[in-house]
């Protein structure tokens, strides 16, 4: 987290929460090192690996770029408004013979453009994730892992979180951190037309989608029935379950396994031993 490396008394971490400004600066969020094993835990819950391109957000004495970089193989760069800090994580980076992968730039994280990551890390504040969550949602590729320390991001809730005890730390919450990772959603509110071919035959659908983060609620016109049902959206693949319309009593519901490129998707569907495919795109 973004002040000393020191341990940061909790109460002092929770003050700073409550008064941080609705536009808040990089150098209002204090500094608190990110403990060795909840780095790994954050490294590991977005399974970075050698391909990635992970930003750290406020990134420190740079530890978390350089277990990205020397550990996971990534190409990794670090955030920081403090010149010693990045100085001191350029030093660390040449001395473990990663600075070929492992860059840290001084800069302010509202400013920086990261809109190539496919990882981006932070130890930030609840308020500072969340001026960042518009810009994580919006510029962010479909499929681009997102890990927080400690701090969630409000009612965009986590796809995955793991707890790891932490008897030592001092900080809030004390005893503990909890790392949580979003998985950047694909757009796909709006109105889908298509063709959903079958054991029938082919059939046109219209399919109406609203979309709250991760989360969807459908409804299709297919034969001049309605179907209804929701799913999930994790990067641009698409869980959807649709009921079957009363024409079918007893039938068991439509559920599609479905990929979308943000103007068109497709995928399959099974309903008991029924098979389907889908094809649409977005309606003008």
């Known amino acids: 987290m973004r002040g000393s490396p020191a341990a940061f008394p909790a109460i002092l971490i929770l003050i700073a929460a409550l008064l941080l400004p609705a536009s808040p600066r990089a150098d209002e969020v204090p500094y608190v090192t990110t403990p060795d094993p909840v ?11 050698p391909g990635d391109i992970l930003y750290d957000l406020g990134s420190g004495d740079g530890r978390i770029v350089i277990a990205a970089a020397k550990r996971h193989v990534a190409r990794a760069t670090g955030i920081e408004y403090d010149k010693k800090l990045v100085a001191e994580s350029r030093e660390i980076a040449a001395r473990e013979g990663v600075s070929d992968r492992a860059r840290f730039l001084e800069q302010d994280i509202f400013l920086t453009d990261f809109r190539d ?21 919006d510029e962010l590729s479909p499929g681009t892992r997102v890990v927080s320390h400690d701090w969630d991001m409000g009612d965009w809730k986590p796809d995955d979180l793991r707890t790891i005890p932490m008897p030592e730390k001092e900080v809030f919450p004390a005893g503990e951190s909890t ?22 035959g082919a059939e046109t659908v219209e399919i109406g989608i609203d979309q709250r983060y991760q989360r969807i609620e459908a409804k299709a016109r ?16 698409v869980s959807l379950e649709l009921d079957r319309p009363a024409g079918k009593p007893g039938a068991p519901p439509l559920r599609f396994s479905l990929r979308t490129d943000g103007n068109s998707i497709e995928g399959d569907a099974v309903s008991g031993k029924e098979r389907f495919s889908l094809k649409a795109n977005r309606a003008p």
């Open 39 to 49: 780095v790994e835990a954050m490294l590991s819950i977005a399974d970075v690996g």
């Open 179 to 200: 790392v949580f990772l979003w998985i950047v959603p694909a757009r796909i509110a709006g109105n889908w037309r298509g063709t959903l071919s079958g054991p029938d």
């Open 117 to 137: 990551a496919t990882v981006v890390t932070m130890y930030l504040l609840p308020e500072v994730n969340l001026q960042l969550r518009p810009r994580i949602l």
């Open 222 to 237: 297919l034969n001049g029935k309605t179907l209804a049902g929701g799913g999930r959206i994790r990067g641009k693949d």
